[in-house]
């Protein structure tokens, strides 16, 4: 499994010296965080003030490290070795509840040498 979190990801539709071998279709992975009431309350200070929330980024990598984590793993479950195409999609449910969603196309690639 510690293939599949190195896995190479990348927004655009090619890694440079690799050549994709199959396309898997489609995957997406979704996580939601709860940010704790006083997390909450950093961040509204926060934007009635116009700085930034070190609890809310914080919070908003977590996250993305987490989404990032499960789409790798499902790609690995369908036999890929790369994710191509990314998107990457964050929500605020009310002002508790932080969704992240990462899409993109799983594939078999094999390095050209």
Not at 28 to 52: H, K, P, W, Y
């Amino acid at each position: 499994m510690t293939a599949a979190l190195a896995m190479p990801a990348t927004s655009g539709y090619n890694f440079e010296g690799s050549r994709i071998e199959n396309y898997l279709g489609f995957v997406s992975a979704e996580v939601v965080l709860g940010m704790g009431f006083f997390r909450g309350i950093g961040a509204d200070f926060a934007d009635f003030f116009g700085t930034e929330s070190q609890g809310l980024g914080r919070k908003l990598l977590e996250a993305k490290t987490a989404v990032f984590t499960k789409l790798r793993k499902d790609v690995w479950a369908l036999g890929g070795n790369a994710i191509i195409g990314i998107d990457l999609d964050y929500t605020m449910f009310g002002n508790s509840l932080v969704g992240v969603i990462a899409s993109g196309t799983a594939v078999i690639i094999e390095r050209q040498d």
